[in-house]
């Protein structure tokens, strides 16, 4: 098993920034993919970013937000610059063992609580 807790969610205005981080403990040794993943109220959970080693990106973020880990302290951070009205939403740390690039809920085994991050217009 993987524990995944997130944190640094917030209430911030358009074109502020936000760090997340995301702290896994357990079994790490299994789960070689980290990735972050978003859900809007009354909309389907989407992929954000993912890195094992390598790292990717959904059109949406890319050149915004960075994707990085911390294998030291097993953590994982998600830095989130220039963000927009609808980036609003519980954004979720994911950690599964599949293919590359692991954009896919189902390629994910863990799942943290999710954070929330809100951003004003």
């Known amino acids: 098993q993987v524990q995944l807790v997130e944190s640094g969610g917030g209430l911030v205005q358009a074109g502020d920034s936000l760090r997340l981080s995301c702290v896994a403990s357990?079994?790490?040794?299994?789960?070689?993919?980290m990735g972050w993943f978003r859900q809007a109220p009354g909309k389907e959970r989407e992929f954000v970013a993912t890195i094992r080693g390598l790292t990717a990106y959904a059109n949406s973020v890319k050149g915004r937000f960075t994707i990085s880990r911390d294998n030291a302290k097993n953590t994982i951070f998600l830095q989130m610059n220039s963000l927009k009205f609808e980036d609003t939403a519980v954004y979720y740390c994911?950690?599964?063992?599949?293919?590359?690039?692991?954009?896919?809920?189902?390629?994910?085994?863990?799942w943290g609580q999710g954070t929330q991050v809100t951003v004003s217009s």
């Open positions: 994911a950690a599964g063992s599949g293919g590359w690039p692991s954009s896919r809920p189902s390629d994910y085994e863990y």
């Open positions: 357990g079994r790490t040794s299994s789960s070689n993919v």
